[in-house]
């Protein structure tokens, strides 16, 4: 139906009228704004930014008039005369007008207040401020701007701190009685820096008063960081009262406002104090370096250890959450500030950086948390954490889980860590693993079938034991979750993170209405934790987790039986088998207890190394449930002899554990050493002879040594190690009469019998 004003009453007419007219009236200024707005903004040249030049005015209600100037400032080497403003923006909804180069901007209500309170009567001021003086509209210039606010903020001649809390955040200093709160909390830090003591009149009120400033918008954010770590002199302000910024850390070390009573300031402002104290001993210039790299950075921490530190820090954009960490990281450089990216592939690859790109990753837009699939391998767990995190860091003590410098010890080596301050404490029973792929430890927390990152860069690895090469040749399969908020908790529905693991890059079954492949994850999942529960020592939960692990593969398996309305699912079925194969060679009682052989009269321990199954391997080992010693009847051999016919892991495995009689002898007297030569296994001869521990020139039943064995199967490598021990008789004879050489020569192994004889003519003769 047609609309007509004539329907209308006249009255509501004019009024409609009236509306729309201003409606019109309101587009077509904002549109000559905009346009006006667009003209202030030029391209920059590099190197160049834009400073405001703040005129001064002897009314302090008139109107704020600034002019924008383009200095070629960055590719200099010392500090010039402008202040950097460090503040928080405050709601785009809350907005007043101010003036530059005759055009009206509207900027955020606390920026208006700040420069109230900046302008001078009689002088201009030179300033910088990232609302201004960077095109916010382009994103490309926003980027490279970003990317340089480090040198910005160290050229400046001062970093001036504005503590006011914009008005849309419920700052109580600008309500009421509470007007000058802010004023009164800085003129006492101001009183007790000066007099190095608590003045006795520093009731109640006055200690409130401090903890509310301490609990302003601006300790919390992130971009505040690097501000003031770039400072070469700090000013902290709060309307017409201000403070030096080591004053203001020192009036704080005499007050000790917050204590244990005030957690979240304990974990707020120490690190933030500490990087405004060391403002006056930075540099006014900088060294004449002409390697400096391209990109600017204040090389305080690794970009890892930063995030560890800040990521608790609050921004209104997710991306500003790591960049504003780049100009204080020493190793991001391939990190650039990119506002076209997404919050989703941003953090992808920091944890890729900062990790290593061999783990698999999973993340979400507008979701400040991470699934992480890794192989890694446990090396030690927190066994005492001091409660003591502050700016300085965190002690702590690890205990190593097997270090090379052990194998003749029983006792367990330790050592004490003074980590780097973090966001998150690390506890006792956090667990050490070093990820494969990464340059540094990370410390987890083993939680409800995942683990929490507490933190992920851990230990520097230059201070690490040793550890012998089953920790990197066995890694286990782990999964983690880093998460930047838990305070907001994963509840939903009581699932925690079940539904984030879930939704991670999976496979799927091709019938849709099947969920056999969410069984098959589950209970890989289940599995993969209770052998990372195996290898730091808690049994009991390990074999709940593994049992769990067979019940859930079995629902899914059911799903393709033949029973089922899903069952085409083709050579998956074998699989089944296969892998509830691998999981009943664990053989657990209904007490929970490894049953110690099967009807075959094979151990249980044997019998997984036959079928290569180095998980279960790992438990029956880990738990001591299993007779590492137990030989089987038919040849005689021990598990140790099994498992060089079968690989080099489990071997790796069973020497780890310190307890296996490397000199072992079956039904034919050959040794493990001589297995493993005879079938050419130069990995695990050259771990067994590394031991120092086996008698590398044994002789069998038939006379014949490890020597021979090798130079008769041709293996030249194993030939060669064997040779360089110079622990054998390379003219040995056995049972027939035949040498190394004669072997060698009869197989037609040219290499081996070059290196036997050493003589090339002779090589040729017997090779005829």
């Not at 954010?221 to 700090?234: D, K, P, T, Y």
């Not at 000013?235 to 704080?252: P, Q, R, V």
């Not at 405004?276 to 390697?291: K, L, W």
């Not at 230059?462 to 509840?491: C, F, N, Q, V, Y």
Request: glycine share 6%; net charge neutral; with cysteine.
């Amino acid at each position: 139906m047609a609309f007509r004003v004539n329907d209308i009453p006249i009255d509501h007419a004019d009024g409609l009228v009236n509306r729309t007219l201003r409606s019109i009236a309101k587009r077509l200024r904002n549109s000559t704004d905009r346009k006006e707005s667009d003209a202030l903004y030029k391209d920059l040249p590099k190197d160049s930014v834009r400073l405001l030049r703040l005129l001064p005015h002897q009314d302090e209600n008139s109107r704020i008039e600034c002019q924008l100037i383009t200095c070629s400032i960055l590719d200099s080497e010392k500090t010039h005369p402008y202040e950097a403003l460090s503040y928080v923006w405050g709601s785009e909804k809350n907005r007043l007008p101010i003036h530059i180069d005759g055009v009206k901007q509207l900027v955020q209500a606390n920026l208006h207040r700040a420069l109230l309170h900046l302008r001078d009567c009689f002088v201009e001021r030179i300033l910088w401020i990232d609302a201004i003086c960077i095109n916010q509209k382009d994103n490309e210039e926003k980027g490279q701007q970003v990317q340089s606010m480090a040198k910005i903020y160290a050229k400046a001649s001062r970093v001036i701190v504005w503590l006011a809390d914009p008005p849309d955040n419920g700052d109580q200093a600008d309500n009421g009685n509470q007007a000058d709160s802010g004023d009164q909390a800085l003129e006492a830090i101001r009183t007790a820096a000066e007099e190095q003591r608590v003045d006795s009149q520093l009731d109640e009120r006055k200690q409130q008063v401090i903890l509310s400033l301490l609990r302003r918008k601006w300790f919390q954010r992130i971009w505040v960081l690097q501000e003031v770590a770039a400072a070469r002199h700090i000013l902290i302000k709060h309307g017409s009262t201000e403070i030096d910024g080591y004053a203001f850390c020192s009036g704080l070390d005499v007050l000790k406002p917050f204590d244990k009573a005030h957690p979240d300031l304990q974990a707020l402002i120490p690190l933030i104090a500490h990087l405004i104290r060391g403002a006056v001993f930075r540099r006014r210039h900088e060294r004449d370096d002409t390697s400096r790299p391209a990109r600017f950075s204040l090389n305080i921490r690794p970009l890892g250890e930063l995030v560890d530190m800040y990521h608790t820090r609050k921004a209104t954009e997710p991306l500003d959450k790591v960049y504003a960490l780049l100009g204080m990281s020493s190793d991001a450089a391939e990190i650039e500030a990119n506002y076209k990216a997404s919050w989703e592939d941003l953090f992808r690859k920091l944890i890729n950086f900062s990790l290593s790109d061999q783990v698999s990753v999973s993340t979400w837009e507008q979701k400040e948390v991470a699934v992480i699939e890794a192989k890694g391998c446990v090396l030690g767990e927190v066994s005492s954490a001091g409660d003591d995190a502050n700016q300085d860091g965190q002690k702590v003590e690890i205990t190593w889980k097997t270090a090379l410098d052990l194998s003749d010890r029983k006792e367990q080596q330790s050592s004490h860590f003074a980590l780097q301050p973090s966001a998150k404490a690390v506890e006792k029973g956090d667990v050490v693993c070093l990820l494969q792929g990464a340059s540094k430890p990370t410390i987890i927390r083993l939680c409800d079938g995942f683990s929490a990152i507490v933190r992920i860069a851990g230990p520097a690895t230059d201070r690490l034991p040793k550890w012998p090469d089953s920790e990197t040749a066995l890694p286990a399969d782990l999964l983690l979750i880093w998460d930047w908020d838990e305070s907001k908790g994963k509840s939903q529905g009581g699932k925690g993170y079940e539904h984030l693991v879930s939704s991670r890059r999976v496979p799927k079954c091709p019938n849709t209405e099947c969920q056999c492949q969410d069984h098959l994850d589950k209970a890989s999942r289940l599995w993969n934790f209770g052998i990372l529960l195996n290898k730091v020592w808690r049994y009991d939960e390990a074999v709940k987790n593994l049992r769990k692990a067979v019940e859930v593969y079995g629902t899914g398996a059911a799903l393709r039986s033949g029973d089922s309305p899903y069952a085409d699912h083709g050579p998956w079925k074998e699989a089944d088998k296969r892998v509830l194969g691998m999981m009943d060679d664990l053989l657990i009682d209904d007490n929970g207890a490894v049953k110690a052989k099967d009807k075959s009269d094979l151990a249980s321990l044997s019998r997984a190394i036959s079928n290569g199954r180095e998980a279960v391997i790992q438990l029956l080992v880990d738990t001591c449930k299993a007779d590492i010693e137990s030989k089987d009847k038919k040849y005689g051999q021990t598990p140790l002899s099994r498992a060089i016919s079968n690989g080099h892991e489990a071997v790796i495995l069973l020497l780890d554990t310190g307890k296996v009689d490397l000199e072992s002898k079956d039904k034919y007297r050959r040794t493990p050493l001589s297995r493993a030569a005879g079938n050419g296994h130069e990995a695990v001869v050259k771990l067994l002879l590394g031991t120092g521990k086996v008698d590398a020139d044994s002789k069998g039943k038939d006379g014949r040594t490890p020597l021979s064995w090798a130079a008769r199967g041709g293996h030249e490598a194993v030939v060669k190690l064997l040779l360089g021990t110079g622990k054998v008789d390379a003219d040995s004879k056995d049972k027939d009469g035949q040498t190394p050489l004669s072997w060698a020569a009869r197989g037609g192994h040219k290499a081996v019998v070059k290196l036997l004889s050493n003589e090339d003519g002779l090589v040729a003769k017997l090779l005829e």
